[in-house]
């Protein structure tokens, strides 16, 4: 029972087609189907250097905003495997949970380093300087609602696949994040420039 359940799951998730789309399919259709492949990779290319050579050419701060949307993805990604596996069970808010721990994460190692760099324009608002002053009370106090969040929704009888995904999480918070701080660390350290 449990193989045909994992098995409909499989169909669920969305496969890819191969086609490149009905414009494009038209204007290389007198190609050979090698040649389109290599002109679609070629076009892309050219598209993503040149995005990302303006994203470098605007600086630091972009650098930082691209890293982030870099992520972000990744972590959608990786957590979206964790939970197909586990989809059939309908664990309550475990995908926003997730998303939780991540903006968490963000904040406790982020802030910090942002606050050095930034310091000048954060201390000039009264409420920023509250965030400033206390943002290891405030990143421990954000991670404890959030794993009470996650004893609130454990089921019974499901306890070890969930405690699964939450360790499953933490890892995936472990690798994405800590490489996204290294990164920005060396963007703002110049180390790239």
């Given at each position: 029972?449990?193989?045909?359940?994992?098995?409909?799951?499989?169909?669920?998730?969305?496969?890819?087609?191969g086609?490149?789309?009905?414009?494009?399919?038209?204007v290389?259709?007198?190609?050979?189907?090698?040649?389109?492949?290599w002109?679609?990779?070629?076009?892309?290319?050219?598209i993503?250097?040149?995005?990302?050579?303006f994203?470098?050419?605007r600086?630091?701060?972009?650098l930082?905003?691209l890293?982030?949307?870099?992520?972000?993805?990744?972590?959608?990604e990786?957590?979206?495997i964790?939970?197909?596996?586990?989809r059939?069970y309908?664990?309550?808010?475990?995908?926003?949970?997730?998303?939780?721990?991540?903006?968490?994460?963000?904040?406790?190692?982020?802030?910090?380093?942002?606050?050095?760099?930034?310091a000048?324009?954060?201390?000039?608002?009264?409420?920023?300087?509250?965030?400033?002053?206390?943002h290891?009370?405030?990143?421990f106090?954000l991670y404890?609602?959030?794993f009470?969040?996650?004893?609130?929704?454990?089921?019974?009888?499901?306890?070890?696949?969930q405690?699964?995904?939450?360790?499953?999480?933490?890892i995936?918070?472990?690798?994405?994040?800590?490489?996204?701080?290294?990164?920005?660390?060396?963007?703002f350290?110049?180390?790239?420039?």
């Open positions: 029972m449990l193989i045909h359940r994992i098995s409909g799951l499989t169909k669920i998730i969305p496969q890819d087609t086609s490149m789309g009905e414009l494009v399919d038209s290389l259709a007198p190609l050979p189907a090698r040649w389109r492949n002109v679609v990779r070629g076009v892309f290319t050219i993503m250097v040149s995005m990302f050579s994203i470098v050419s600086g630091p701060t972009w930082m905003a890293v982030f949307a870099i992520q972000f993805k990744c972590f959608h990786i957590i979206s964790g939970l197909a596996v586990y059939m309908d664990f309550p808010w475990f995908r926003l949970l997730s998303w939780y721990f991540l903006v968490t994460s963000n904040y406790f190692i982020f802030g910090e380093s942002l606050i050095d760099y930034w000048i324009l954060l201390r000039k608002d009264n409420f920023l300087h509250f965030l400033i002053n206390y290891r009370l405030i990143s106090g404890c609602v959030g009470v969040w996650f004893v609130l929704s454990l089921k019974k009888g499901y306890y070890m696949r405690f699964s995904l939450f360790a499953w999480t933490h995936t918070l472990l690798l994405i994040v800590c490489q996204s701080f290294f990164i920005i660390q060396n963007i350290q110049g180390t790239i420039w």
